[in-house]
C-alpha cells in the first residue's frame, strides 16, 4: 500500500467539484455547460494527462541534471523557501503564460486551452499536452537558483489545483483579494475574447505581476468567452494541432526562410495573422452543435468517460507496479486512453460512421486489457478478469448498436 501514489485521486475529487458546478447551474437555471463542450474539454484534459504519465519522466530529469550540477545556490526546506518559491514560481508562470499569448511559437500549444466559448470548471481540463514541454523551459529557472526538487514539484500542484478553481462563472468580484490575487473574475476576463480583455491578467496565482507590468484588466462587461476565430472541430487532437498547420500555411506566404522562422516568434496580433487568416481559410472544420444530438445519448458517452478516467487513474494510482512491469503495458494502455479520448468526443456528433468506430475502439481495447491481464496477473485470476473484461466488452457493443438502430422494425403479430 504504501507503493500507492494517492495523489492520483485529485481525478475524482476534481470531478466531484465539476458536478456540484453542474447542479447548482441547473439550481441557478444558467447555462455554462454545453455537453459536447463539456466532453471536449474533458477529451482534451484526458489526452494531457496521458502525455504528463510519461513526460513527467523527462521533466524530472531535466530539473534533476539542472539542480545537481548547475544550481547558483542550495536553499535549504524551510518555511522561508516555502514562501519565497510560492513567488518565484508564480513569477515564472507569469511569462510562461504572457509568452503563451505573445509568440506564435507558445501560442500554438497553448490556444488550446481557450477554444471553449463556455466558462465552467471543465475548461480547466481542456490543455494540451505540449505546453508542459514549454512550462519546463521556464520552470528550468526554479533548480537553477537551488531549489530542491521535491518543493518545486509539490509547489507546481499547488499551482495547478488553484488555478483549476477559478474556471467558475459562479464567484463574483471578492472585494480586497483582486488586488492581490487572481480570482474567477480576474480570470474570466482572461478567456474573453472582447477587445479590451485580450491578452490581459496572465497571472497564476498573484494579479501582482498584471499590476506591476500593464496587463491588469477588471471585470467590466459581460465575457465573450472563445478565440476571436470560432474552433468548431470535435476532434482534441485536432484542437491540439491545428494552430500549426495555421502556421505552416501562413508560412507559405512568406518569401523566405529568414521571414518563416520569424513567423514562429512573431506575436499572433501583428501582420503575420493577416497571413494566417488567409491561411486558415484552407483549414477544415466542423460546425459543433451546441446540443447534443439524440443520436448518441450523453449517458454512454459518461460511463465510456468514466472507464477511461478509472483507467487514467489506475496508471497514476499504481504506477510504482507499472515501472516495475514491462514498458509495453505502459504503451498499450496508453493507446486505450488515448483511442478513447478521440473517440467519446468524437461520438457527440451527429455522424453515424462514428459507431463503426467505436466498435473498432471497443474490440482493441478489450484485446489490449486482456492481454495486458494475462502478462501481470496469475492464471488464477485470469479466469475472472479475461471472462469479465470480455463479457464488459459484447455489453458494450450491443448497447451501442442497439443506440445506433433504436427504431429497428419489429415483427407485427399476424
Given at each position: 500500500m504504501e507503493q500507492l501514489n494517492y495523489v492520483a485521486f485529485y481525478i475524482p475529487v476534481l470531478f466531484l467539484f465539476v458536478g456540484m458546478e453542474w447542479l447548482w447551474a441547473k439550481y441557478k437555471k444558467q447555462h455554462v455547460h454545453a455537453f459536447n463542450d463539456s466532453v471536449m474539454n474533458i477529451c482534451c484534459g484526458v489526452a494531457d494527462r496521458l502525455f504528463d504519465v510519461f513526460y513527467v519522466v523527462i521533466s524530472l530529469f531535466i530539473f534533476?541534471?539542472?539542480?545537481?550540477?548547475?544550481?547558483?545556490?542550495?536553499?535549504?526546506?524551510?518555511?522561508?523557501?516555502?514562501?519565497?518559491?510560492?513567488?518565484?514560481?508564480?513569477?515564472?508562470y507569469y511569462w510562461y503564460h504572457r509568452c503563451g499569448h505573445t509568440i506564435n511559437f507558445f501560442w500554438a500549444a497553448h490556444i488550446t486551452h481557450h477554444q471553449s466559448e463556455y466558462y465552467n470548471l471543465t475548461v480547466a481540463f481542456r490543455l494540451s499536452g505540449?505546453?508542459?514541454i514549454n512550462r519546463t523551459l521556464f520552470w528550468c529557472f526554479l533548480p537553477l537558483v537551488g531549489f530542491p526538487i521535491p518543493m518545486i514539484v509539490s509547489m507546481l500542484m499547488i499551482?495547478?489545483?488553484?488555478?483549476?478553481?477559478?474556471?467558475?462563472?459562479?464567484?463574483?468580484?471578492?472585494?480586497?483579494?483582486?488586488y492581490v490575487l487572481v480570482t474567477p473574475s480576474a480570470h474570466r476576463v482572461h478567456h474573453g475574447s472582447n477587445a479590451q480583455y485580450l491578452d490581459k491578467n496572465y497571472g497564476g496565482t498573484f494579479i501582482i505581476w498584471d499590476r506591476l507590468f500593464g496587463t491588469y484588466m477588471?471585470?467590466?462587461?459581460?465575457?465573450?468567452?472563445?478565440?476571436?476565430?470560432?474552433?468548431?472541430?470535435?476532434?482534441?487532437?485536432?484542437?491540439?494541432?491545428?494552430?500549426?498547420?495555421?502556421?505552416?500555411?501562413?508560412?507559405?506566404y512568406l518569401p523566405n526562410l529568414s521571414s518563416k522562422f520569424k513567423l514562429l516568434w512573431d506575436t499572433p496580433t501583428r501582420h503575420a495573422m493577416i497571413m494566417m487568416e488567409n491561411a486558415e481559410k484552407k483549414v477544415p472544420s466542423n460546425s459543433i452543435n451546441k446540443t447534443l444530438s439524440l443520436l448518441v445519448p450523453s449517458a454512454y458517452?459518461?460511463?465510456?468517460?468514466v472507464c477511461t478516467l478509472g483507467i487514467l487513474m489506475g496508471m497514476g494510482l499504481f504506477k510504482t507496479y507499472l515501472a516495475q512491469l514491462p514498458l509495453t503495458i505502459s504503451f498499450y494502455l496508453g493507446a486505450v486512453v488515448a483511442f478513447a479520448a478521440l473517440n467519446c468526443s468524437l461520438l457527440?456528433?451527429?455522424?453515424?460512421?462514428?459507431?463503426?468506430?467505436?466498435?473498432?475502439?471497443l474490440l482493441v481495447s478489450a484485446a489490449i486489457l486482456i492481454f495486458c491481464s494475462s502478462l501481470v496477473f496469475s492464471s488464477d485470476i485470469l479466469l475472472l478478469i479475461i471472462p469479465t473484461i470480455?463479457?464488459?466488452?459484447?455489453?458494450?457493443?450491443?448497447?451501442?448498436?442497439?443506440?445506433?438502430?433504436?427504431?429497428?422494425?419489429?415483427?407485427?403479430?399476424?
Open positions: 534533476s541534471t539542472i539542480y545537481e550540477h548547475y544550481r547558483i545556490y542550495t536553499f535549504p526546506s524551510t518555511t522561508a523557501t516555502w514562501l519565497l518559491l510560492f513567488f518565484v514560481a508564480d513569477f515564472c505540449f505546453q508542459a499551482h495547478g489545483v488553484y488555478q483549476f478553481f477559478l474556471h467558475t462563472q459562479f464567484v463574483g468580484n471578492l472585494g480586497i483579494l483582486e477588471p471585470e467590466k462587461e459581460p465575457v465573450k468567452y472563445g478565440l476571436t476565430e470560432t474552433f468548431e472541430s470535435q476532434n482534441p487532437y485536432w484542437a491540439y494541432v491545428h494552430y500549426w498547420q495555421d502556421l505552416y500555411q501562413a508560412s507559405t458517452i459518461t460511463v465510456q468517460i457527440a456528433r451527429p455522424k453515424r460512421w462514428r459507431w463503426q468506430l467505436e466498435y473498432v475502439r470480455s463479457l464488459l466488452c459484447v455489453v458494450c457493443i450491443a448497447w451501442a448498436i442497439y443506440l445506433q438502430y433504436p427504431s429497428l422494425p419489429t415483427k407485427q403479430p399476424a
